[in-house]
């Protein structure tokens, strides 16, 4: 057993009301500058739909994740050491950025110089490449409210294959027609296909977190990485000629705070926690042959922090002992593995992702109270998931690689607890049985409610704190002279950019750790601070 932690994050989609708070301030937080004006590390998509970029999950095409081969080995869809060398120079299997999109701005000094006159002045759109007058055709998120069902409904690559497997269970009549938010930021996996593809060695998972990250010193720009991960989450700044992607906000959650997109989250419907896993089991979970057991598999890496003997051995591994309390207070840990409500996001792609979900329940409550019925008595709730107008072929398409059972599991524990906290919230007596019918006790139910409903911030966000040595490290890579791309006509000492004086330069923070606990402090007080 050799035992490593790892920070996950949990999200409900039955409370994302897909405003995109959170993609605007990672953006702003993260690439508000020249040569990634097209990236979201964060970004909200409707389901079903084509995603970012247009058709992501496609691995036939996009040759993403691993594969099994002959022998039952792990190997990358998109071709071993061989042929990576092979096309060093020429990587075709790369979405362009007609499959993101061109990302525009418009002439509003238009607007602020038109003379008068009769008519309206309009300011047009201009493409933020190659700063001509353009057609908006895409977008992030063309799909947003079913926006594009009509015309590219059916090439949603999960519609494909329920559609295949269930004939007409999903169709666009607008009486027939479902929707949900899916906010994705990179999985930071347990087995990243990222780092496996990378030829210099840049992309790395970091041993203390888990956190995944880009080597910006060592990244030569070959690409692989973006081919190499199936979720495409990580991107190629065209400014700099280096791979970018989601760092989980390191410099935040090393002090405790919680990551960007998860602060500024309107429906607090992100948890952020420490699991601890068996390192030496990931690549025999990874391989499992059946594509349904790989959620089973990696719920089996995932260690019991309360068992002496894996207390042992992270204390023995080097893991600090307020990383293992963490791990016994973490709230992913509890929807993950003790209530198991939340589920992985594409387990076939055997990456072994460690961001996950909590299907969408509140579809067939609404469907349930327009008919007159009480959508939340546990009878009609029972009776009506497996009758959702969002089919659950779908959701386990999206969640457990087409097997359906994980998922009217999930669904089924969330509609016990909604019925029994009901009868609570009423005055009346809870039926003990609701509890029974899916395999928990009353008072699980009834802490379940508790962390999905009410938990506060330090219930939400269990992140402990980097050690002192990891700490001034920090600080040090902190300072001006830390960047390595910020030398004279070097890539970080870009011309301002199109956002701005700043957009164009190299993001080098300023900001010493005690200002991040500072910080920390003033987001997670009781009172409000000045």
Same mark, same amino acid.
């Given at each position: 057993?050799?035992?490593?932690?790892?920070?996950?994050?949990?999200?409900?989609?039955?409370?994302?009301?897909?405003?995109?708070?959170?993609?605007?301030?990672?953006?702003?937080?993260?690439?508000?500058?020249?040569?990634?004006?097209?990236?979201?590390?964060? $970004?909200?998509?409707?389901?079903?739909?084509? #995603?970012?970029?247009?058709?992501?999950?496609?691995?036939?095409?996009?040759?993403?994740?691993?594969?099994?081969?002959?022998?039952?080995?792990?190997?990358?869809?998109?071709?071993?050491?061989?042929?990576?060398?092979?096309?060093?120079?020429? $990587?075709?299997?790369?979405?362009?950025?007609?499959?993101?999109?061109?990302?525009?701005?418009?002439?509003?000094?238009?607007?602020?110089?038109?003379?008068?006159?009769?008519? !309206?002045?309009?300011?047009?759109?201009?493409?933020? /490449?190659?700063? %001509?007058?353009?057609?908006?055709?895409?977008?992030?998120?063309?799909?947003?409210?079913?926006? #594009?069902?009509?015309?590219?409904?059916?090439?949603?690559?999960?519609?494909?294959?329920?559609?295949?497997?269930?004939?007409?269970?999903?169709?666009?009549?607008?009486?027939?027609?479902?929707?949900?938010?899916?906010?994705?930021?990179?999985?930071?996996?347990?087995?990243?296909?990222?780092?496996?593809?990378?030829?210099?060695?840049?992309?790395?998972?970091?041993?203390?977190?888990?956190?995944?990250?880009?080597?910006?010193?060592?990244?030569?720009?070959? %690409?692989?990485?973006?081919?190499?991960?199936?979720?495409?989450?990580? !991107?190629?700044?065209? %400014?700099?000629?280096?791979?970018?992607?989601?760092?989980?906000?390191?410099?935040?959650?090393?002090?405790?705070?919680?990551?960007?997109?998860?602060?500024?989250?309107?429906?607090?419907?992100?948890?952020?926690?420490? /699991?601890?896993?068996?390192?030496?089991?990931?690549?025999?979970?990874?391989?499992?042959?059946?594509?349904?057991?790989?959620?089973?598999?990696? /719920?089996?890496?995932? @260690?019991?922090?309360?068992?002496?003997?894996?207390?042992?051995?992270?204390?023995?591994?080097?893991?600090?002992?307020?990383?293992?309390?963490?791990?016994?207070?973490?709230?992913?840990?509890?929807?993950?593995?003790? !209530?198991?409500?939340?589920?992985?996001?594409?387990?076939?792609?055997?990456?072994?992702?460690?961001?996950?979900?909590?299907?969408?329940?509140?579809?067939?409550?609404?469907?349930?109270?327009?008919? #007159?019925?009480?959508?939340?008595?546990?009878? $009609? @709730?029972? #009776?009506?998931?497996?009758?959702?107008?969002?089919?659950?072929? !779908?959701?386990?398409?999206?969640?457990?690689?087409?097997?359906?059972?994980?998922?009217?599991?999930?669904?089924?524990?969330?509609?016990?607890? %909604?019925?029994?906290?009901?009868?609570?919230?009423?005055?009346?007596?809870?039926?003990?049985?609701?509890?029974?019918?899916?395999?928990?006790?009353?008072?699980?139910?009834?802490? @379940?409610?508790?962390?999905?409903?009410?938990?506060?911030?330090?219930?939400?966000?269990?992140?402990?704190?980097?050690?002192? &040595?990891?700490?001034?490290?920090?600080?040090?890579?902190?300072?001006?002279?830390?960047?390595?791309?910020?030398?004279?006509?070097?890539?970080?000492?870009?011309?301002?950019?199109?956002? &701005?004086?700043?957009?164009?330069?190299?993001?080098?923070?300023?900001?010493?750790?005690?200002?991040?606990?500072?910080?920390?402090?003033?987001?997670?007080?009781?009172?409000?601070?000045?």
């Amino acid at each position: 057993m050799r035992v490593m932690a790892q920070l996950a994050m949990v999200m409900n989609l039955d409370k994302c009301i897909g405003c995109h708070t959170c993609s605007v301030t990672c953006k702003q937080t993260w690439t508000n500058r020249a040569g990634v004006e097209y990236v979201w590390f964060n $970004n909200v998509e409707t389901r079903p739909g084509l #995603g970012y970029p247009r058709g992501y999950e496609d691995q036939e095409r996009w040759r993403g994740g691993w594969t099994l081969d002959r022998r039952g080995r792990l190997a990358l869809k998109g071709g071993g050491r061989l042929r990576t060398l092979l096309n060093i120079f020429s $990587n075709p299997v790369l979405p362009l950025v007609q499959d993101y999109y061109e990302p525009w701005t418009y002439d509003y000094r238009t607007l602020h110089e038109a003379p008068l006159g009769d008519d !309206y002045p309009v300011a047009r759109p201009r493409s933020l /490449l190659s700063g %001509r007058h353009m057609a908006i055709e895409w977008s992030a998120n063309w799909d947003d409210n079913l926006g #594009g069902m009509t015309q590219f409904g059916a090439e949603d690559p999960m519609v494909r294959k329920v559609r295949e497997q269930a004939a007409e269970k999903v169709r666009f009549e607008f009486e027939q027609s479902f929707m949900f938010y899916l906010p994705r930021i990179c999985e930071h996996c347990l087995n990243p296909a990222c780092v496996a593809a990378c030829p210099s060695g840049a992309m790395y998972k970091r041993a203390e977190d888990g956190i995944v990250l880009v080597d910006q010193d060592s990244c030569r720009g070959w %690409r692989k990485c973006v081919t190499g991960c199936p979720y495409k989450k990580v !991107y190629f700044n065209h %400014r700099t000629g280096k791979a970018e992607k989601c760092t989980f906000c390191y410099p935040r959650v090393e002090v405790g705070l919680s990551t960007v997109c998860s602060e500024t989250c309107v429906g607090r419907l992100r948890y952020i926690g420490v /699991l601890l896993y068996d390192a030496d089991k990931v690549v025999a979970a990874a391989s499992v042959r059946d594509e349904q057991a790989l959620y089973e598999a990696q /719920l089996d890496l995932f @260690l019991d922090p309360e068992d002496p003997l894996v207390r042992r051995e992270a204390e023995r591994a080097g893991i600090a002992p307020d990383w293992i309390e963490a791990a016994r207070r973490s709230p992913v840990r509890r929807l993950i593995c003790d !209530y198991r409500v939340a589920l992985p996001l594409h387990p076939e792609f055997r990456t072994m992702p460690m961001v996950w979900y909590i299907p969408p329940l509140s579809p067939v409550v609404d469907a349930l109270t327009a008919t #007159g019925f009480d959508g939340e008595d546990a009878h $009609n @709730l029972f #009776g009506a998931i497996d009758s959702l107008r969002i089919p659950l072929e !779908y959701l386990a398409e999206l969640f457990t690689a087409g097997d359906p059972k994980p998922v009217r599991d999930s669904l089924a524990r969330l509609a016990a607890m %909604r019925s029994y906290l009901r009868d609570i919230n009423l005055d009346e007596m809870p039926d003990e049985g609701i509890a029974t019918a899916v395999g928990m006790s009353g008072a699980d139910l009834y802490e @379940l409610h508790q962390l999905l409903a009410v938990a506060k911030y330090e219930e939400r966000y269990v992140i402990p704190t980097a050690a002192a &040595g990891d700490a001034v490290a920090l600080e040090e890579s902190m300072l001006p002279d830390g960047c390595s791309l910020d030398y004279e006509d070097g890539p970080g000492m870009a011309e301002p950019g199109p956002f &701005g004086d700043e957009s164009g330069r190299t993001f080098v923070p300023l900001a010493t750790v005690e200002s991040f606990h500072v910080l920390r402090a003033r987001q997670t007080g009781e009172e409000a601070q000045g």
